[in-house]
């Protein structure tokens, strides 16, 4: 459960998986700043190895393992970042690796977990359903799985997102998080609320991934379709403990149209030439849509993946695109 965590495993997980992952720029945004009337800062996961921060977690739930299941390998299921970081802290570490992603997933993650020398699964219709494979798969194999979302090693290594936060930002006021399972905000909320109780902590999910805010506000789960959305990194249903994450670690939930998101991704290439994904760009379009009610300065934004399509990109941006490189995906 997430109040099982404390902000010590945090601290440890940083030392863990220093040698593999980057510590990633936290950048003051002028014209976001202009536009939110308060300091905001852009924590740029988009220049993490793999295009995300999942690598964090990740690493550090590859590197926990006993020696005998790290010898039999793991499966996981993925909208495509999570199984990127496990392709690649799986190769670091000389284990097996098998990934269940659903057939929609972005062309980039799943060309990327290939090259990073893990088995892909791309036959399922939806992120669900790869996670029913996943676990399946891995009960008949006797491989671990590692879920993307739950999992104390899992939410300690994302925590270390706000741990170079706050170390930059140590009176840091508002975090504002996209939301999808709860990984990412039950992680980071593992530590803020231990060290940084005044923090508020704001989550953001798509009005087509809101499995999390409707759930939150009927007080049980709630599942929501599965429809095409430019942020899959949040598509899939809340379970149990994901909704327990999110009653401890979110003070507010906003929901971003579709539109707002695709605005957001073209806002963050033209001021700041970054390419960023969906999931990435939410927490930047509820900023640009003025639709978190209490910013308390100064204002972190997690920008979480970059990894999206070329063909997307410069659709939405009318700029040339790069599948590799600054804000993409970096499998070497």
Known sequence: MFSDLKATDVLAAAARIADTVKRTPLIQSEPLSAIAGVPVHLKLETRQTTGSFKLRGATNALAT????EQARGVVASSAGNHGLGIAYAARALGMPARIFVPASAPDVKKRGIRELGAELDDSQPDYDAAMAKAIAWGA???????????????LAGQGTVALEILQELPR???????????????GCASLVRRVAPWVRIVGVQSVLTAAMARSLAAGHLVD??????????LAGQVDEAG???????ID??????EAEIAAAIAWMSREHGERVEGAGAAGVAALLGAHVTNLRAPVAVIVCGGN?????????????GRENGQGGMEPG
Do not use: K, Q, W
């Not at 909704?243 to 670690?249: E, F, I, K, P, T």
């Open 172 to 186: 840091l006021g508002t975090l504002v998080v996209s939301v999808g399972g709860g990984g990412l905000v039950g």
């Open 243 to 249: 909704l327990d994450v999110g009653r401890h670690a």
């Open 224 to 233: 929501i379709p599965s429809v095409p959305t430019l942020a899959d990194g």
């Open 308 to 320: 999206i399509d070329d063909a997307r990109f410069r659709a939405i941006t009318g700029t040339g």
């Open 140 to 154: 008949e194999h006797r491989r671990t799985f590692i879920n993307p979302c739950d999992g104390d090693t899992l």
């Open 65 to 68: 393992l006993p020696p005998h």
């Open 252 to 257: 507010e939930m906003v929901l971003v149209e």
